[in-house]
């Protein structure tokens, strides 16, 4: 049950940056160099995930999850730090009246929390040895081909964006 979890957990944190590409392409609001970056903090929280779906709960994937989570908190908190002055502006349009560099503060915060609890569960980790239902094994090969796909696009989208060099601190252009 806590590998279905975990996988179930890891397509929650890829949709959220599926939803950035959304807004990307169909709201046309280029991603700020510190959301590209937010973008790998959630792709590496997932792949942490993923691993616990594919191979069982280890210390080690959650381990990954939580670094994945502590790097996507940090840069957001980075981000909402240069816009929290009053009159210095911000980056793109509030979704449900927050910015989504604050939406993926919020996210990672609850990532962390929730780890932290699943991670209070020890017989988790003991070794059965029993096969996961198929269901379980569908789930984290569906999540790790998802990872994959958003991992690798990142990395173009990015690649494009910057054109191979440093990205512009305030982007106009989509791509």
């Known amino acids: 049950m806590v590998r279905l979890f975990n996988g179930v957990g890891a397509l929650v944190v890829f949709s959220v940056v599926f939803g950035a590409y959304g807004i990307q392409f ?12 937010i973008r790998i903090g959630m792709i590496a929280t997932g792949f942490g995930l993923v691993l616990n779906a594919l191979f069982g709960p280890r210390p080690l994937h959650y381990g ?5 989570c502590v790097f996507g908190v940090i840069v957001s908190l980075r981000n909402i730090a240069l816009h929290i002055v009053p009159g210095t ?3 793109g349009d509030a979704v449900f009246g927050f910015h989504l560099y ?4 919020l996210v990672f915060m609850a990532m962390i929390i929730a780890i932290a609890v699943v991670m209070f569960f020890q017989r988790q980790f003991d070794e059965t ?3 996961a239902p198929k269901i379980v094994n569908v789930v984290a090969v569906i999540a790790l081909s998802v990872g994959i796909f ?3 696009a990142n990395a173009f989208t990015t690649a494009v964006e910057c054109e191979l060099g440093p990205c512009p601190d305030n ?3 989509v791509l």
């Not at 990954?64 to 994945?68: Q, R």
């Open 171 to 173: 982007p106009t252009r």
């Open 26 to 37: 169909i709201f046309l609001e280029p991603p700020c160099p510190l959301c590209l970056l």
């Open 64 to 68: 990954f999850a939580l670094l994945g």
């Open 102 to 105: 604050t939406w993926a503060f």
């Open 150 to 152: 958003l991992a690798a």
């Open 89 to 91: 502006g911000s980056y």
């Open 129 to 131: 040895g029993e096969d």
